[in-house]
Structures are given as C-alpha cells and as structure tokens.
C-alpha cells in the first residue's frame, strides 16, 4: 500500500500562483508513477498532469494551456503541482494519485489516491 498526503491548498485571487505537494509513504516511491487530478463541485474527477518515475517525462491536460507544472523528488518521496496564473475555472479539490512503473491519464488507472486539498480561486 502507498498512502499519499496531499498539502497546499488554499484560498487564492485569480492570477495567483500556488504550489501543491504530495508526500507518500509506504512503499518505494520511486517505483510510482505519480498524477494530479481535481474535481469540482459537482463534475467528474478530470486528470491535470502525470510524471514518470524518474521524472523526466510529462503529460498534461489541454485545458492548462501551460500554466501548470508537475514535478517530483524522490529523494524526498514528494510530488509537486506548481499552478501558475490560476483562474476561477481552476476551483476544485485536488488528489494526487499513484500506479507503479507507467504514468497514466485515466484515473482509473490510479489505484492509490490522496485525500484531497482544496483550491478555490476567486475572481
């Protein structure tokens, strides 16, 4: 079992920056895939961005259109989702999520999940 923590979540202005962190513990985090997804009030759980094990390739959702980044330290079993020029759109909860070996976009694909930060951008 891995059991991720997400932090960094908060009340934000549109055109903020914010970081997000997910720290896992449990298993070798270095053998984990690892994924930002969000949901809002009402709407399907959608994928934000995904990183490989060493942390060398990406993907990310088209919507984003380069405003956010996902990065990891496996030295320090943390993964990263720094947000730049949030919006209002951008409200949701965020979960991180892992899988071992290959990076994924569809959630259900994640066995393990975090519990969820909120971010909530106001305009």
């Known amino acids: 079992q891995v059991q991720l923590v997400e932090s960094g979540g908060g009340l934000m202005q549109a055109g903020d920056s914010l970081r997000l962190s997910c720290t896992a513990s449990g298993r070798t985090f270095s053998n984990y895939a690892m994924a930002w997804f969000r949901q809002a009030t009402g709407k399907e759980r959608e994928f934000v961005a995904a990183?490989?094990?060493?942390?060398?390739?990406?993907n990310y959702a088209d919507y984003l259109n380069g405003r956010f980044t996902i990065s990891r330290r496996n030295a320090a079993n943390t993964v990263y989702l720094q947000m730049n020029s949030l919006k209002p759109e951008d409200t949701a909860v965020y979960y991180c999520a892992a899988r071992l070996w290959e990076r994924n976009t569809q959630r259900d694909q994640y066995p393990y999940w975090g519990q969820g930060t909120q971010v909530t951008v106001s305009s």
């Open positions: 990183i490989n094990l060493s942390g060398s390739r990406t």
